[in-house]
């Protein structure tokens, strides 16, 4: 186990609304990635938090969009849902030393469908 | 841009047969990194290996080995004796070194079903 959690684990909503992924990282870690896993399909960027500012993103609308705590833990919000983002939604932790070397450790992901 | 490509989509072998997953990357950075990610059927990703572009060693782990070769741009995966155990689906990712954060570029993935 790599010592990411995430919450919910599954998580059903219809159309329009609002829904919030949570993600705690592993211990000493202070960089957070989410990315979104279409089925079928290899993960997709997301954005990346380093102590509570975002500090990367990819091509994904402002209704996504997340936070950092002081405790590095991190949320992802996504506003007025749409049916194609179901997916399972992973978080990565990992503890920047410089040059991009950093492994990034997953959680066990939590899986949204939109009806 | 970057892209990994994982021609081959699904493979099925019977357990103790050698397998070999391919991993073809572009890039037009000279500094970057490889993984490959392990996926099974409970969804989370396991970190199987890095490796740094200037270093073309191949390494084994096992009954894993790696062949890196920057001049075909591929970094393959080879399981030796393969075992029921090693089904799941196999990502090769890239991460680009001189960027400010650190987004791993994913391939499609393959599946790899072991049989008994």
């Known amino acids: 186990e790599t010592g990411v959690t995430q919450s919910p684990t599954h998580l059903i909503k219809t159309r329009g609304q609002q829904v919030t992924l949570r993600c705690s990282s592993q211990?000493?870690?202070?960089?957070v990635s989410w990315y979104q896993q279409a089925l079928g399909q290899g993960p997709q960027f997301i954005f990346q938090y380093y102590r509570e500012e975002e500090n990367g993103r990819g091509n994904f609308p402002p209704r996504f969009s997340g936070l950092q705590f002081p405790n590095y833990s991190s949320e992802l919000n996504v506003n007025a849902l749409e049916l194609d983002d179901s997916a399972l939604y992973l978080c990565?932790?990992?503890?920047?030393?410089?040059?991009?070397?950093?492994?990034?450790?997953f959680g066990p992901g939590t899986r949204l469908l939109v009806l | 841009a970057q892209k990994v490509t994982q021609a081959q989509t699904e493979i099925s072998v019977v357990e103790k047969e050698d397998v070999t997953l391919d991993c073809v990357y572009e890039?037009?950075?000279?500094?970057?990194?490889l993984f490959w990610y392990k996926q099974p059927p409970s969804g989370e990703l396991v970190f199987l290996i890095r490796r740094n572009s200037f270093d073309e060693q191949n390494e084994i782990s096992g009954r894993y080995s790696w062949n890196f070769q920057k001049s075909t741009s591929s970094f393959n995966f080879t399981i030796t004796a393969s075992q029921v155990v090693d089904s799941a689906v196999y990502f090769c990712a890239l991460i680009l070194m001189n960027t400010g954060f650190q987004k791993l570029v994913f391939g499609t993935g393959t599946r790899l079903l072991v049989s008994p």
């Open positions: 890039t037009r950075d000279t500094t970057y990194y």
């Open positions: 211990s000493g870690h202070n960089t």
């Open positions: 990565a932790s990992s503890f920047p030393s410089g040059g991009g070397q950093e492994t990034q450790y």
